[in-house]
């Protein structure tokens, strides 16, 4: 079109003593003023156009980025020690933020993006004394792209500093630590867990510790437990680990053998501190003996211990005393039966009476987000990224770094 225009203006206005041709009546301009205001409008919207195509076609959110650097995180992790989340970047399903002072990296967050809302998953990993301003500086960048925060399985000091900045929270449940100078297998109430570790030796049960990286022979057969345990259920993952190679081959491994030497359970560990062990994956196969859990988690205590660790981290226990005493907000007990109702499909109901016989103390986990925000369908949102499944996540992933790429 624009050619066109400037094919017509030249057959109109060409110069004197030009060889004349014969121009269409409908195509002749009455002067040239009209015809270079006509040529400028076209050119000033031809501006606007590149304006607009630009401004969706660039990739300046830095939200929309997945921005997962091993290097990186793992430079953070060795400066400024790991938490309870920080071991999930490996899997590689979150979005990354990672604040920096001075050109240098001080800290990361890990979330996803749902709809308008970025949900980040647990405290950040770095540098806690540049807490404050990192949080201000992603509430000032979330609001510049029309993003609202939202903080899940956060502890008590996040919360409180977040409430100073205007957020409301909420409980979504508890974590429970076992002190292990404390565990011990001696006296009555421990009588079954020690009968039970008895019959577990008597008849050949062994443990190992095992380092990355895995042979894939090895993690063949941790996916014959792992499918066998699933039965057919796909995966989660933004606040819990699934089965991937890449992932397992990050930590060490547990392992429970049988007499004929075959593994029947094992469970990813969870690094942390140099003063706190934890898991994250436990998976065991059909075929394994009933209370094989329990010697999971003793013979962890015990190594913990050996190995100079103060505690154990269980683990969370959703919905732990949330909003079921009759004094409860009413958000909160609708929230509680948002949450509830996603997690009853995942087997969380009594998670909590089983880790209680060996946890020493529990401290309470919160959802924060902004005040002006309906708490309804923000843990609408929350429970359906904590409840999305692996597959589905997948796909979305695949189609999101193709159109962004």
């Known amino acids: 079109t624009f050619l066109l225009y400037l094919l017509v203006g030249f057959l109109n206005f060409r110069p004197i003593g030009h060889k004349s041709i014969p121009v269409p009546e409908v195509l002749i301009f009455q002067g040239q003023q009209i015809w270079l205001s006509g040529f400028m409008g076209m050119i000033l919207a031809g501006i606007i156009m590149l304006i607009i195509i630009t401004s969706f076609t660039s990739d300046t959110d830095p939200f929309r980025k997945m921005n997962f650097d091993k290097k990186r995180i793992k430079k953070i992790i060795d400066n400024y020690s790991g938490n309870e989340v920080s071991h999930l970047a490996f899997l590689r399903d979150k979005n990354i933020y990672y604040y920096r002072v001075n050109g240098e990296d001080i800290m990361y967050f890990m979330y996803r993006r749902k709809n308008d809302k970025l949900i ?14 990192a ?7 979330a609001d510049y792209y029309g993003y609202e925060l939202v903080f899940y399985e956060i502890n008590s000091k996040l919360t409180m500093l977040l409430h100073d900045l205007g ?32 019959k577990f030796e008597r008849e050949g049960y ?14 063949q057969e941790l996916k014959q437990v792992s499918d066998s345990w699933l039965d057919g259920q796909l995966e989660k993952g933004f606040s819990l680990g699934f089965f991937d190679e890449y992932y397992l081959n990050q930590a060490n491994i547990s392992i429970i053998k049988d007499a004929d030497n075959k593994i029947v359970a094992f469970a990813s560990m969870m690094p942390m501190d140099d003063k706190t062990l934890s898991i994250d994956l436990m998976r065991h196969s059909k075929q394994a003996p009933s209370g094989i859990m329990d010697k999971i988690f003793i013979t962890l205590f015990e190594y913990g211990k050996e190995n100079g660790y103060e505690r ?18 009413i ?27 060996y946890v020493s103390y529990w401290l309470p986990k919160y959802t924060a987000y902004r005040k002006r925000s309906s708490i309804v369908s923000t843990m609408l949102e929350v429970t359906s990224v904590v409840n999305s499944k692996r597959r589905e996540q997948f796909r979305r992933e695949i189609s999101l770094s193709r159109f962004w790429s």
């Open 167 to 198: 957020f409301d929270f909420i409980k979504n449940g508890e974590e429970g630590y076992v002190t292990l100078k404390d565990f011990s297998l001696s006296g009555k109430k421990k009588r079954g867990e020690r009968a039970l570790i008895n």
């Open 206 to 219: 062994t443990f190992e510790m095992i380092e990355p990286p895995f042979s894939k022979e090895l993690i």
């Open 135 to 141: 949080i201000k500086e992603l509430m000032t960048q």
């Open 331 to 357: 958000e909160e007990r609708a929230a509680h039966f948002i949450y509830e109702y996603g997690y009853s499909f995942y087997g969380f109901q009594g998670l909590r009476d089983y880790k209680d016989k």
């Open 120 to 133: 980040f998953m647990g405290e950040p990993v770095g540098n806690m004394d540049y807490l404050k301003d």
């Open 312 to 329: 154990f981290d269980m683990g969370m226990a959703p919905l732990a005393n949330v909003g079921t005493s009759q004094y409860s907000f």
